[in-house]
């Protein structure tokens, strides 16, 4: 049900964008009204989102140490594990973010016919998610052709690099094959392993098959139904330089394509899409473990009622004096 | 709640982790036996100032809430999102990729798939997004949102009360999503409502007045210190007077009660007072802050500081320069992460120097406690101890990372390093169940009582199967560790598990090896038993 929906809904949107387009040539809606309404709510929700976590404030020094701690001097810290300064706590993010280090280091627990649990490598997780985010980025790049009138120098390299096997013409370009199967491995692993298909929802569906259709549409432009880029960039630049021109000759897939780029975009800020904003903000990865070192303030720290030395002697003064234990007020009996 | 536990090992360790075909929003919680922990009794509530006090029992159908519970309930969520933006941020970007789902002790021993991390996150989303989400608001149960209604609230419960906070999955999750923090805040809205459990509430009861969660009254902790003390006599022919609230002392020494209160946690308290005996150190005990450990941390964050607060006001009362705190697990967490925020700052005491070594513990320096396992450590680095590992010998040992020294400090190499100086058989478990992968004794936070005693070896099940592993490969007979819940609780689920294992705290080992100046030849160890070879040699 949750995946039917999935599929269901990205299918309507392409209909909508296709019949739209095809058939009450509503280019102007789709090319211009769209996309513009769409990246206002990526940035507005993106914005939001963000400072709506930041104005919480962190009250207490919660790292997850994953590592040696920094104590005695010849015993050697962990420094990217248990970081305990800013540096170190970069170190950290930095793997945490640009190589999913954690996920890296994922493992597998399994039940022997034995009844024992080992745990194994398990590197599935990582691996896709490492070819998705980062093929993604590329395929993000390769767009700036669109957006800029001359071509930045970064992108006749990845242009090469990204289509270093010369295969079919237009050249294929390795990022979107594996951009595609990498996002069609993580839908897949939520179907087929049961603890994973059983805490997923439609949330976790959805974008994943809006993304293979970005994916598909993309290609299917690129190698299948051959669009005019002259006339996509035209539209790229006036939409860039707030003079949005609707140009001829531009395919009712290049529309659908646009169209479920814009959802995604509009859905970005809704969505758990915003663990890219929300792992940096998060608190037991970007703090140093450095609290017995240096006072943590929580800003909302307030007073609370405690039992007080004084009143605990009231209440056992006559135990502590027979057992020898000095006490401040000798010779008063119940606090009086 | 008639029925004894009687399942056997053989029938715990048929484990299905495979979830059911229905979806978890349509499978309503049940209360199985042997698996929660009785209500919090009304007149510890009250002794606490805490809402709601009255007897309760999860088992009856009416829990006897207040009429606006649900009122109460998401208000207190609301603040909440706004003062802790780990818990804002942990509703809201878990993606669900699984990462954390095997990891939890709780699930891989009992397989209720509820007890996947993400999953007991999951049952308090839900609410969150229904009352706190657009998305939410507008699809609900397409959006898995769901309204607080009574069964949710007891489904909530009972996996709240079935999570140690002990961070594994925290370890593994890409964005640091710590079921603990979300945990800890849950437990906080439950006692909103006056849901807490008896085994902590009567604790945490215990320590606000009588200053410990055991209950040991100021005379019975002397006369159980001086019972240690004889022991150590008999064992080492040296007679130790430490001293209690004393002023002027050097150094405050903080320990979690458990030590004082059974064995093999008073083998640990036999080795402190030996070692600090043996180097002459201006300490002394406290017995107003005679805990250590704190479980009103499992309560709410309000009832953590309300205990922890007496540390610092004792080590100020007594004029101490610094405090030494023993072997605990979740009274480190809190020492470590939250005392200095809560109660500090500890301006009235100086950095803490080792007056053996010399050694400054810059990495305490604002709060001005040092872990016992730093202060050994340290000790044995610069050669101030004659120990002779061979005292040790009988043993072969393993060494129980425990949760919160691992997770929420890091700190590993320091026992390891004191261990090894003080036995010569030592054994690492698997690498994957040690060290910040480390497993959970299965009965942390709170969870350490006799009515949940199922879920409690279930929860030690993993952890079970990494000593059953090292016991096969190299016949190991004893786990040590830094931990006095899990002295406690590993007692009896080694007893279930692997039966022929025992269980120790880092300082009962270092006892057995101390040689003290002036002790007799030693024949016994700190537990009274005769030591193989040794009464025959010389």
Sequence with gaps: MRILFSFIAVLALVLIAYAGVKTANLQFLFGVVVPYAAIALFICGFIYRVVKWGSSPVPFCIPTTRGQQKSLPWIAQNKLGNPSNTMEVIGRMFLEVFLFRSLFLNTKTEMTS????????????????????????????????????????????????????????????????????????LFARRLYIPQVRYISLAADYFPLVLIIGIAITGMLMRYVYLTDLVSVKVLALGLLSFKPVIPEGIGPIFYVHLFLVSVLLAYFPLSKLMHMGGVFLSPT???????????????????????????????????????????????????? | MASKFSATPEELSKIDHNPPKKGWMDTPVEFKEHTFCWGAKGKNLAALELPNARDWSPADEDW??????????????????????????????????GACADKCHFFIGGGDPKNMPVLRAELLRSIYRRYFTVSGRMFGRAARARDLTIDVLKELWYYYYQCTECRRCSVFCPYGIDQAEITIIGRELFNLLGLNIEWIAGPVANCYRVGNHVGLEPHTITSSVEFFCDDIEDVTGIRINPTFNRKGAEILFVAPSGDLFADPGTYTAMGYLMLFHELGLDYTWSTYASEGGNFGFFTSNEMGKRLNAKIYAEAKRLGVKWILGGECGHMWRVLHQYMDTWNGPADFME????PITGTRFENAKSTKMVHIAEFTADLIKHGKLKLDPSRNNHLNVTWHDSCN?????GLLDEPRYVLKSVCNNFYEMPENTIR???????????????????????????????????????????????????????????????????????????????????????????????LPGKAAKE
Aim: proline share 5%; glycine share 8%.
């Design chain 2, 436 to 530: 910040e992968k480390t497993f959970c004794c299965g009965s942390g936070t709170g969870l350490n009582a006799s009515e949940n005693i199922e879920l409690r070896m279930r929860g030690g099940f993993p952890r079970a199967n990494a000593v059953k592993h090292v016991r096969d490969a190299h016949g190991v007979n004893m786990m040590s560790c830094i931990c006095a819940i899990d002295r406690a609780t590993l007692k009896a689920l080694m007893e279930y598990w692997v039966p022929d294992v025992e269980i120790s705290g880092l300082h009962e080992l270092v006892g057995n090896a101390l040689i003290m100046k002036g002790e007799k030849e030693r024949t016994l160890d700190l537990r009274l038993v005769p």
């Design chain 1, 285 to 336: 990865l970007n703090m140093a473990n450095d609290s017995r070192m240096t006072r943590h303030i929580n800003p909302w720290n307030y007073p609370v009622h405690v039992h007080t030395y004084e009143e605990y002697e009231d209440d056992f003064r006559e135990k502590m004096i027979g057992a020898g234990i000095p006490v401040e007020k000798e010779g008063v009996v119940n606090g009086k």
């Design chain 1, 114 to 185: 034995s009844n024992r649990v080992v745990y194994g490598s398990e590197k599935f997780l990582w691996l896709a998610s490492i070819t998705f985010h980062y093929t993604f980025l590329i395929v993000l790049l390769r767009h700036t052709e669109f957006f800029v009138p001359t071509a930045p120098f970064f992108l006749d390299i990845i242009k090469s690099v990204d289509g270093f096997f010369e295969i079919g013409l237009p050249r294929l370009f390795l990022t979107g094959a594996v951009l595609l199967a990498s996002t069609a491995y």
């Design chain 2, 351 to 354: 950095v803490p120097v080792s």
């Design chain 2, 64 to 97: 006897k809430l207040p009429e606006n519970w649900q009122k109460i309930f998401l208000d207190g969520m609301k603040e909440r999102l706004g003062k802790y933006r780990s818990f804002r941020l942990f509703m809201d970007i878990c993606v669900r990729c």
């Design chain 2, 405 to 409: 020294p691992s997770r929420a400090m």
